[in-house]
C-alpha cells in the first residue's frame, strides 16, 4: 500500500500537470482570441489552426508523460483524457488539428488544395512548437515527474509494441472509428454531440491502455504523432511515416469510401446524406 508521502507526491504531479493544461489551453485560447481581433478572415483559419494544434499538441504531451511516469489510477488517466477531449472540441471551433481533415476538405470541394496545404504546413509548425514548449516546461523541474524526465534528456523511447504492420493497423483503426464518429455526429441532439465523440476517443485510449494501445499509442493523428512520436528513439523515420501517417489516412479514406461510396451503391442510393462534422483530436 503507498504511503502517505508517496501519495502526496503523486498528487502534487497531478496538480502540476493540470497546471500545465490549463496554462496550454489558456494560452492557445488567448492566441485565438487576439487573432480574430488583429487579423482579416484569409488569415484567420491558419492562425485558428495553428493556436489549436499547438494546444493539441502541448496538452499531449503532458499527458503522456504523466500517463507513463506517475503511474496514476485507469479512472483517473480515462477522467483526464475525457476530461481535455471535451475541451478541445469546444475551443477548436472550426479547425481539426489533423491533416486528414484538411485533405478531406479538399476532397469534397470545401477549400483549395493551396489552403489545404497552408492550414497542414500551419498544423507541423505548431507541432514543433509544442515540443519547444513542453521541453521548455520540464526544464523548470515543477514536478518530480518533470525532474526525472529532465535528467533523462527529455528521452522517449520506443512507441511501439509490436511490428511495424501491427501498429499501423492500429492506427487505421483508429482513425477509422473516430471518423465514422464524426460522420453520424450530426445525427445526435447538438448538446450530445462533442461528449459522443469524447466518449469514443476516451474508448479508444482505454482499449489501447490493455490492448492494441501498447502496440502503437492509438494516436490516430499525423501530426500529433508528428510531435509526440516522432522523437522517440527504437524506429527510422521512415517506421514511423508508415504507422502514423499512412495508418490514419487509410483509415478516414476507406470509412469515407464505405458509407459514402460502397453502402450508397449496395443499397441503390446515390448518398446517404451525411453531413460531416468534423471533430477530431488525440
Known amino acids: 500500500m503507498p504511503s502517505r508521502g508517496a501519495l502526496t507526491g503523486e498528487m502534487t ?3 502540476v500537470s493540470v497546471s500545465v493544461l490549463a496554462a496550454a489551453v489558456l494560452l492557445s485560447e488567448a492566441s485565438r482570441r487576439k487573432a ?27 499527458l503522456k508523460l504523466l500517463g507513463e511516469t506517475a503511474r496514476l489510477e485507469l479512472p483517473v488517466s480515462l477522467t483526464l483524457t475525457y476530461t481535455m477531449t471535451v475541451v478541445h472540441l469546444l475551443t477548436f471551433r472550426e479547425a481539426t488539428c489533423n491533416p486528414c481533415g484538411a485533405m478531406e476538405s479538399v476532397w469534397r470541394g470545401k477549400s483549395s488544395l493551396r489552403v489545404a496545404v497552408l492550414l497542414t504546413a500551419c498544423q507541423f509548425a505548431a507541432a514543433v512548437a509544442a515540443q519547444v514548449f513542453a521541453a521548455s516546461v520540464w ?26 504492420l501491427e501498429a499501423a493497423a492500429v492506427e487505421l483503426s483508429c482513425a477509422f472509428i473516430v471518423q465514422t464518429a464524426a460522420m453520424h455526429a450530426h445525427k445526435l441532439v447538438e448538446k450530445v454531440r462533442v461528449h459522443f465523440i469524447a466518449a469514443v476517443i476516451t474508448a479508444l485510449v482505454y482499449t489501447g491502455v490493455t490492448s492494441g494501445g501498447g502496440i502503437s499509442g492509438a494516436v490516430f493523428n499525423p501530426v500529433l504523432a508528428f510531435s509526440v512520436q516522432f522523437p522517440c ?14 495508418g490514419p489516412v487509410l483509415g478516414v479514406a476507406s470509412c469515407i469510401l464505405l458509407f459514402e461510396k460502397i453502402i450508397p451503391f449496395l443499397f441503390g442510393k446515390s448518398s446517404i446524406g451525411l453531413e460531416v462534422q468534423k471533430q477530431k483530436t488525440q
Not at 487579423?39 to 502541448?58: D, K, M, P, R
Not at 526544464?139 to 511495424?164: E, I
Open 139 to 164: 526544464s523548470l523541474g515543477l514536478s518530480d515527474v518533470h525532474v526525472r524526465h529532465q535528467r533523462f534528456g527529455f528521452r522517449c523511447f520506443d512507441p511501439l509494441g509490436g511490428t511495424v
Open 233 to 246: 528513439s527504437g524506429h527510422t523515420y521512415l517506421e514511423y511515416c508508415f504507422v502514423y501517417w499512412l
Open 13 to 15: 504531479d497531478l496538480l
Open 36 to 62: 480574430a481581433r488583429l487579423s482579416g478572415a484569409v488569415y484567420w483559419i491558419y492562425l485558428l489552426e495553428a493556436a489549436s494544434t499547438f494546444q493539441l499538441c502541448s496538452c499531449t504531451h503532458e
